[in-house]
């Protein structure tokens, strides 16, 4: 079995640029449970639209069908692709609104702030 090839971040970032929709693939690497990955943020951080899994827990981040696009199976996910490939300004509209979100409020400088003011909140107690 030959050695995993993967790519640099470099090259990860210029594929998102130059995708119209990302499809993610949201299972856990063990097991059938879904899971929210950086990648979901990264797509969305380079403007390309999101196709995730639906999952209760990607909806803490986004809203579907406003800022990311969710499918249930396979079919969904194919139908949806070929919906937004068709319809541009649409797809352009939530690949903007999904990007204004993160960077208002999914950037690692927001995150780190949450996570100090909970401990600050955490030790007042």
Do not use: W
Request: proline residues 1%; charged residues 35%.
């Amino acid at each position: 079995m030959g050695k995993r090839q993967g790519i640099s971040q470099a090259d990860l970032i210029k594929i998102y640029n130059e995708s119209k929709i990302s499809l993610n693939i949201s299972f856990a690497s063990g097991g059938n449970r879904i899971q929210v990955k950086g990648r979901d943020f990264e797509a969305v951080g380079c403007g390309s639209l999101l196709l995730t899994k639906d999952a209760k827990e990607i909806r803490e981040y986004f809203i579907p069908d406003e800022e990311i696009v969710t499918y249930r199976d396979a079919i969904d996910a194919s139908e949806k692709i070929e919906y937004y490939l068709k319809n541009e300004d649409e797809r352009e509209r939530i690949a903007r609104k999904g990007y204004d979100r993160l960077i208002r409020e999914h950037t690692m400088e927001n995150r780190f702030l949450s996570i100090l003011h909970s401990a600050k909140d955490i030790k007042k107690k």
